[in-house]
């Protein structure tokens, strides 16, 4: 059974911070993403990762990066968290195989708010 | 890239009924077609999916449709049961990669 953790629920941080997100999943996925979920707006591709130490952006990448030091792992930092980066940010992974792309498994999300 | 629109946003059927919800697609080199389910404070999880081969797919009371040619596919729910209120998300592959693009939910409310 795949699992996909995130570190925190719920975070609330202040204008300014910088902010770690960790991701960690346990099926061996060569792919790991990270989206942010607001009503109407459905999920949004911030990064994404097809190997360790590799990223990509996704479609809203600003004032956003993202770490991958191992293969479980992912990271997305907010350099100098702002009150737009209000959101539920959801990690997710897949498989790397040949002939996907394929599901993608999603972690809890992490409800971050900044004030 | 890719960009995906989903409607309606909002349904509202009685239990029992059918529930369809449709989206297009931009990039005719999209080759997956996933549905994820959300139920409130829950993650996203996949439902169904479909390829770019297949114009039919079905399990039990969900199916999914694909329309290549006009760039569109649907998922029907039948015979709705209350269980079945979720935000459901479809989305698609684009051109490359295992990245997908989604498209903004539609909330379904089944009424018992």
């Known amino acids: ?115 | 890239g890719e960009n995906v629109e989903q409607h309606p946003s909002t349904l509202s059927v009685q239990e029992g009924d059918s529930a369809v919800i449709k989206c297009t697609y931009s990039d005719s080199a999209s080759n997956y077609f996933p549905w994820y389910k959300q139920e409130l404070g829950k993650r996203p999880q996949l439902i169904i999916d479909i390829r770019s081969n297949v114009g039919e797919k079905k399990d039990q009371r969900i199916a999914v449709t694909l329309n290549k040619t006009a760039k569109h596919f649907s998922l029907h729910i039948t015979e709705t049961q209350p269980e079945d209120s979720a935000v459901y998300f479809c989305a698609a592959s684009g051109a490359a990669g295992n990245k997908l693009t989604f498209g903004g939910g539609t909330r379904v409310l089944v009424k018992p």
Request: hydrophobic share 30%; glycine share 8%; with cysteine.
């Open chain 1, 1 to 115: 059974d795949v699992k996909v953790t995130q570190s925190s629920r719920y975070l609330v941080k202040r204008t300014g911070e910088k902010v770690f997100l960790e991701c960690v999943q346990d099926m061996d996925h060569e792919n790991m993403f990270w989206y942010r979920q607001d009503p109407g707006l459905g999920l949004r591709l911030i990064y994404f990762s097809y190997d360790v130490k590799m990223k990509e952006k996704g479609d809203i990448p600003e004032g956003y990066s993202v770490s991958r030091e191992k293969k479980e792992r992912f990271s997305l930092i907010l350099e100098s968290a702002s009150t737009n980066q209000t959101s539920m940010y959801l990690c997710a992974s897949s498989p790397g195989l040949a002939g996907g792309p394929y599901e993608q498994y999603f972690g809890p999300g992490t409800r971050l708010t900044v004030t």
